[in-house]
Each structure stands twice: as C-alpha cells, then as structure tokens.
C-alpha cells in the first residue's frame, strides 16, 4: 500500500513533470498584481462595469437591456484593449468566470448575460441599479 509521503512524492513529480498541470493549477500566479488592481478599480470605480467583447452576442444583449434601463455602464471591450486578455484573466482570477460579457454592479459581480437577464426577468435589476 502507498503511504502519505510516497503519495506525496508521486504528486510533486506530477507537478515538475507536467507544466501544462502546473500551469492549469497554477491561475493565480499568471496575472501581474499590476492589472489586477487595474481590474479591481474598474469594477469599484464604476456602479455599473461590464467586461465586454465587441463582436460577442451575449454582450450585445448585456449593452441593450443596461442602455434600455439608462444604467449608463462603463464598458471596456477587451478585445480592443492592448491588456484585455489580461484584464480577462484577472477577472477569471477574482470571479472564476472566464466568459464575456462579464457584469457587476455597485461592486459585486452578477455574471454573464443569463444572470443578467434572470435579475431582469425577477424584477430584481431595477432595484439594483437604484441602490
Ligand atoms: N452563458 C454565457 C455565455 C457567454 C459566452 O459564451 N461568451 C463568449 C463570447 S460570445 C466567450 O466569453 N467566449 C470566450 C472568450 O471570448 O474568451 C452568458 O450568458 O454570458
């Protein structure tokens, strides 16, 4: 039978072995401090951010209904930004979302579009906008 230590070693040398795993497992070390306090400010500073691509389907109907309710949301289209697939990979850090279009209001994240809509849909975006 294997005991902890031996186990131990078998992980650690998976680890050396297999950057691909050590990448995967390893998130939190890829994003520069640099853009993660960027990204934090974006979503602090602003009532109402949203992480966008400005070729994306699910970000066009984000942009439509938050327009419809006058939210007035700063919107940064990350694949027109020189560091939006950093700034990406900062929110995947912060939020465990990877996908556009990524939405938070008054400083907490909502989520992607169905999240949105599902607020809308509740009766509940309205009155999140006006906290
Ligand atoms: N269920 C998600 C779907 C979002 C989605 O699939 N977005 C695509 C772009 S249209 C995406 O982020 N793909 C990965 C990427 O662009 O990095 C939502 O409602 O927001």
Do not use: W
């Not at 072995?17 to 979503?43: C, D, H, N, Y």
């Not at 560091?83 to 279009?101: C, H, K, M, N, W």
């Amino acid at each position: 039978m294997m005991t902890l230590l031996q186990l131990l070693v078998l992980v650690y040398i998976i680890y050396k072995v297999f950057p691909i795993l050590r990448r995967f497992f390893s998130t939190g070390t890829m994003v520069s401090e640099q853009v993660l306090s960027k990204t934090k400010a974006l979503i602090k500073d602003h009532k109402v951010f949203v992480a966008s691509k400005s070729y994306c389907p699910y970000c066009s109907q984000t942009k439509k209904l938050l327009e419809s309710l006058n939210a007035n949301a700063f919107v940064v289209e990350l694949d027109t930004e020189p560091d939006g697939s950093d700034i990406q990979a900062a929110l995947l850090e912060l939020t465990g979302q990877r996908t556009v279009p990524n939405v938070f209001i008054n400083g907490e994240h909502v989520g992607g579009n169905s999240d949105l809509q599902a607020l809308n849909s509740e009766g509940k975006l309205k009155t999140l906008l006006k906290n």
